[in-house]
């Protein structure tokens, strides 16, 4: 319908958006452009480069696979609570440790408090305030002694001061706890006598029952309940505590942003460099090829 259009379009180059200097052919120039990339410093930015995201990539899924473990760690706490009290010297021993799965299994046993062998774990919170742990060994029916954090207690104001720990119950009791592991760490227990008690930082059963002179599971339970129930003031009952994820999640996907932004940054180098090159190109082969105007 126009027939003209297309001389005029032929004739004033509308057609070649190339920003090409004039005499160059594409392919050519397109090498000549990106032969700075096998420059040593180039290559060795891009080495670099790589290693910092493949690096940051295994992070992230490390983190991921922390975070399974977490979860399937929660899994296990919680099915181990829901569990049916079992009796104490059915899940635990005082020849070994128990196995890392009956962690957090309630557990029930009955005997007497031995008041003479209390045993302070300082150094513990609960919520904001400092204090300690008070172990009370149970000298079970069944013979071996079950150690039993009947509770927390505030810190005395000296640290060569004892806390004022409320009296156990006399007389026979049935107590049920939570299990739990002996306590790990790099550092030894530092065991001191601190008026009638013994004070630790750490509860290693094992260790403890050097103290108590009888033989002792391997193992301590966290008092949650106790009949007949103990009289008023006691220790404070130690929290169950809320299971978490942690920050695992998010620390991944900051791994894997991290990844890529290293190949990003990467690519965008190349970019600058590259238009600078075309730019520098297109100075010295003559005036650069210009977008054509029609005038009206």
Known sequence: MFPHVGAVVKATGLGDRSPLPYGAAPSAYRR?????????????????????????????????????????????????????????ADVLSTERPPAADVEYQRVTATGHFDTDHEIVVRGRQVGADNGAFVITPLVTGAGPVLLVVRGWVPAAPRADQAPAVPAATRGEVTVVGRVRMPETGTGPSRPADVGRFLSVTRILPEQLAERVGRPTYDAYVEQLEQTPAAARPAPVAIPQGALEEGNHESYAYQWFTFAVMAVGGYVLLIVLETRKRKKEAGDAGGEPAREPTLSR
């Open 32 to 88: 000549d452009v990106l032969s700075f990339l096998r420059r040593p410093k180039w290559v060795i930015f891009g080495i670099v480069c790589v290693v910092f995201a493949v690096s940051f990539v295994s992070l992230g899924f490390w983190q991921l696979r922390r975070l399974e473990s977490v979860r399937t760690e929660n899994v296990r706490i919680l099915d181990n609570r829901d569990k049916t009290v079992s009796a104490a």
